[in-house]
């Protein structure tokens, strides 16, 4: 394709991206953009809401009366709970590579250095060909759509002339 040509097509499916967004046309990307699936946290901050009303009633019944450093321990575990809820796990999947975080660190996975895609109804496992530990994205617990993430995904591996092997 000549260079113009190009242009023109990107001109114009930017200007179909900007109707449908103004029509109202369910979520659509941006040309070039990752698809995004974003999960829900709820495990952990409500294990950690649970310890904290375990701590407070520990406190209520001890002898102890220090009660600035009790309020301020209920309120940091309150604070993590939230933090951890509102910061949602997810999983971009792009032109050639794969983005999530793990340890609170963005991590990218390039196709080439993918060994083989695990899905399954309810989780989606990424292998990776190098070392580390494999990507998994599961429905019951961080409520992934785990449906829709792995349509996606048997569309990127067989772009990308990725192993895929899916079972139900």
Do not use: C
């Not at 979520?27 to 375990?54: A, H, M, Y």
């Amino acid at each position: 394709m000549s260079r113009s040509w190009e242009r023109q097509v990107r001109k114009n499916s930017e200007k179909m991206y900007k109707h449908r967004q103004k029509n109202g046309a369910g979520q659509t990307n941006k040309p070039g953009e990752p698809d995004e699936f974003k999960g829900r946290n709820l495990i952990l901050p409500s294990v950690l809401i649970i310890l904290t009303v375990v701590y407070g009633f520990m406190f209520q019944f001890s002898q102890e009366q220090s009660t600035t450093l009790y309020w301020i321990t209920i309120v940091l575990y309150l604070l993590l709970a939230l933090m951890i809820f509102f910061k949602r796990p997810y999983l971009k999947v792009a032109k050639d590579h794969l983005i999530t975080t793990k340890w609170n660190r963005v991590k990218v996975l390039y196709a080439k250095d993918i060994k083989k895609i695990h899905l399954t109804k309810g989780s989606v496992q990424i292998e990776p060909a190098k070392k580390g530990s494999n990507w998994v994205f599961v429905r019951l617990t961080n409520r992934f759509d785990t449906d829709a993430m792995a349509d996606r995904l048997i569309q990127f591996a067989q772009q990308q002339k990725v192993e895929y092997e899916q079972t139900n």
